[in-house]
């Protein structure tokens, strides 16, 4: 692993179900994020974690749910999918929320709900 | 509210230079960062401007006027793999990032 490591790549989830996304970084990074990506809008914040064993919520919460239980793992999930929960997700990690360095992004989940 | 804008898009030339512009009015203001995203692709990050003035990165420049709530990204001797989006974020007074929607730039032979 280098960076940060996100699965699965796509999915396509029947509404009412539920999943979880994995992200995982192998930099140490205190500071982790997940946006969704929708076109034409810019990346939405939808909860973050400063440190290990925090958690926040973003712009856009409703629906999701988060967890740090270490500094490597932050995973993602959807109780019971929607159709508007389609998007694409990214998980970002910086070594800290005040980084000049900026966020490392994971490649991508790609989700459709149908 | 929070707001950041930009060009939707924007078509430029291989060789030439081209400005991104990005002006954003957010509650409080720690740093501006350009990313670039090629379709299909995770964000990259470009640079990060937190006092006034350009900060150069071979052939890419980013421009801060905190005052005017200004940036602008300069992309020269284009090459046709700068094809991409660029985004333009904003960290607020909370430490949070707020993006721009981005500008898809698309580079012409």
């Known amino acids: 692993i280098a960076g940060i490591t996100q699965a699965p790549t796509s999915q396509i989830l029947a509404a009412g179900r539920r999943m979880t996304l994995r992200c995982t970084q192998d930099m140490r990074h205190n500071a982790m994020y997940w946006y969704r990506q929708d076109l034409g809008l810019g990346l939405r914040l939808i909860h973050y974690s400063n440190t290990a064993g925090t958690t926040g919520k973003g712009e856009v919460p409703d629906g999701y749910s988060v967890s740090r239980a270490n500094t490597d793992d932050f995973p993602l999930t959807l109780a019971s999918a929607v159709p508007s929960q389609t998007s694409v997700y990214f998980c970002?990690?910086?070594?800290?929320?005040?980084?000049?360095?900026?966020?490392?992004f994971g490649s991508g989940t790609r989700l459709t709900v149908v | 509210g929070q707001n950041i804008d930009q060009p939707t898009e924007m078509t430029a030339t291989e060789g030439a230079i081209v400005q991104i512009n990005c002006t954003y009015q957010t509650s409080g203001f720690n740093g501006l960062f350009w990313y670039q995203q090629h379709a299909g692709e995770a964000p990259t990050f470009l640079s990060y401007?937190?006092l006034d003035g350009l900060e150069e990165k071979g052939r890419f420049s980013s421009f801060l006027s905190r005052s005017k709530g200004y940036s602008y990204l300069l992309l020269k001797e284009l090459q046709m793999k700068d094809s991409a989006s660029y985004l333009c974020?904003?960290?607020?007074?909370?430490?949070?990032?707020?993006w721009g929607a981005g500008t898809k730039l698309i580079i012409k032979p």
């Open positions: 970002a990690s910086s070594d800290s929320a005040g980084s000049s360095y900026g966020y490392t």
């Open positions: 974020a904003v960290r607020d007074d909370n430490y949070q990032l707020i």
């Open positions: 401007n937190v």
